[in-house]
């Protein structure tokens, strides 16, 4: 490890983000503060973007790069970097992760009695909205957007990210969550960090994989256990950020992360309508399955 990480300064904020210990020359509004640590992980700093790793361009100007699964450097103007900041959490987390080997899935996650679920899809499909449903009846918040896996052990197991769960607000409304929304996310309008009722402060095994697939309103809730070759597809299509993932990562890599994912966990197509008026039945459908899955494990 780098020397240079390991040195506390007054001027640094200590995070725990996807199972890695940050330390960070800016706020990172929605990540974990932790007590300064002398091993860190990654370190976050202000500087000039080179061409060292991977550059990532801002929307609003400026810059971000990510280097050596470790070091991220925010390169725009102060007034930037509240925004700044919610990139570092999403694309250069996740492109950090995609550097140091991990596996790494958008999605959510929560778990029950040390077992993870983890849910995938597109950009809403309502992935947030059933971990936060799932919360209201006991089950604990892992994960959010960025779900990286750690697959070096028996049983692949999800890291906690660190971060607050993220609704836009007529879920919030639906679930009757306003006493749990704080602040609003910069440039997502209506959109929210939410405090979970509890969550897992450690890594925990994953029982099962749902990718979330739509279905026209009045359609039953199933599931269908996927073959490994659709589930294959399933874990490169629902990778986080997949563009950035392949430039750090091989094919080959990819590959054999992925067929050894499907040879040790569940994964199903969860059909549901994409209803929040029917999330209870969603909610009630799935505490089932995962239930059966549990029991005959």
């Known amino acids: 490890m780098d020397a240079s990480l390991s040195q506390a300064s007054p001027a640094l904020r200590w995070y725990r983000i996807c199972g890695l210990t940050v330390a960070s020359e800016i706020e990172l509004s929605g990540a974990l503060p932790v007590p300064a640590a002398i091993d860190v992980d990654v370190s976050v700093r202000r500087g000039v973007a080179g061409m060292e790793g991977l550059r990532l361009n801002l929307p609003e100007g400026g810059a971000i790069s990510v280097s050596e699964g470790r070091l991220i450097i925010i390169d725009v103007a102060d007034d930037g ?39 995938t899809g597109a950009s809403g499909a309502g992935k947030s909205t059933l971990a936060a449903a799932l919360c209201t009846r006991g089950h604990r918040f892992v ?8 697959s070096d052990r028996q049983e692949p197991a999800i890291h906690p990210d660190g971060r607050r769960l993220k ?20 440039a997502f309008g209506e959109k929210f960090f939410m405090a979970p009722p ?42 986080y950020r997949p563009d950035l993932r392949d430039l750090v990562r091989s094919h080959a890599e990819r590959i054999a992360a992925a067929a050894a994912l499907t040879r040790r966990i569940a994964i199903y197509r969860l059909v549901r ?25």
Do not use: N
Not at 204 to 227: H, K, N, Q, S, W
């Open 81 to 119: 970097l509240e925004k700044a900041a919610i990139f570092v959490l999403g694309s250069a987390m996740g492109t950090l992760l995609h550097q140091r080997g991990t596996t790494v899935l958008h999605g959510s996650a929560v778990a029950r009695d040390g077992q993870a679920l983890l849910f």
């Open 143 to 150: 994960a959010d957007d960025v779900c990286a896996i750690s």
């Open 167 to 186: 609704l836009w607000e007529p879920s919030i409304a639906r679930l009757d969550l306003a006493d749990r929304r704080r602040a609003r996310i910069a």
């Open 198 to 239: 509890e969550s897992m402060a450690v890594s925990c095994p994953i029982l099962a994989i749902y990718a979330l697939c739509d279905a026209p309103e009045g359609t039953a809730v199933a599931f269908e256990r996927l073959g490994s070759v659709d589930a294959m597809r399933v874990l490169d299509a629902d990778s």
């Open 273 to 297: 309508p994409r209803d929040l008026a029917g999330i209870d039945r969603l909610v009630d459908a799935v505490e089932m399955h995962s239930t059966a899955l549990a029991l005959a494990a």
